[in-house]
């Protein structure tokens, strides 16, 4: 709780309440649940709400994320989050991206997917939105949307393989490199062996991060 503020009343999202300032709560059955924490601060109501997960079991990755296909498209490596990726049950499991590397997803930064097999951590197709992350603020500028995104878990290793849309790149350089819209788009297209006009809407696209 803000040191300035009163006590928060929180609702946990599995139908349990409480009030406090330091307050920890373990849910009985894995998911992901809306918690809604309001306080008063100044005289004034202040409402925080998210999701958060519980899990069977997770893995996550630290900063390493790296580009294997296209490689050319390694120019925003260094905007990759972290992942904490985990299983909810035999059909369902979470992702959630990591903005500042230490193993912790912030406040509603989870999201769902589908589970191809109840034995292993790997999706089913589906997009995937990804935030692209100011490192050094820890702070999470945009997002990009891998299309068809599969996440798959083996051998020490969680790749992410899907579509990713050209234009998204285009726009994260944008937000988060002090591009001009034409600079980063003249950028992506020859980093990618394309011109400008001949830039394609979407390319076949792989991350490979290194499990702790």
Do not use: C, K
């Not at 300032?21 to 709400?49: F, K, Q, S």
């Not at 630290?62 to 580009?67: D, L, P, R």
């Amino acid at each position: 709780v803000d040191p300035g503020a009163d006590d928060a009343q929180v609702d946990w999202g599995d139908g349990n309440t409480e009030s406090g300032r330091r307050l920890r709560h373990v849910y009985e059955e894995p998911g992901i649940y809306a918690i809604v924490a309001t306080t008063m601060r100044d005289g004034e109501a202040v409402e925080l709400a998210g999701d958060v997960a519980q899990l069977t079991t997770e893995v996550s990755t630290g900063f390493t994320g790296g580009t294997e296909e296209p490689a050319a498209a390694a120019l925003i490596d260094s905007l990759l989050p972290a992942i904490v990726l985990g299983r909810i049950d035999e059909t369902r499991l979470a992702v959630g991206f990591d903005v500042a590397g230490q193993g912790l997803v912030a406040l509603g930064g989870w999201q769902l997917v589908t589970a191809a097999s109840p034995d292993t951590l790997v999706s089913v197709p589906q997009d995937v939105v990804v935030p692209i992350v100011n490192r050094a603020t820890r702070e999470a500028i945009t997002t990009l949307t891998v299309s068809e995104g599969v996440f798959t878990v083996e051998e020490g290793s969680l790749t992410v393989t899907g579509d990713l849309p050209t234009e998204e790149v285009v726009n994260a350089l944008v937000q988060i490199g002090g591009f001009e819209p034409d600079g980063a788009r003249r950028l992506v297209a020859s980093t990618l062996g394309f011109t400008p006009d001949t830039l394609p809407e979407e390319v076949p696209f792989r991350i490979r991060w290194q499990l702790n």
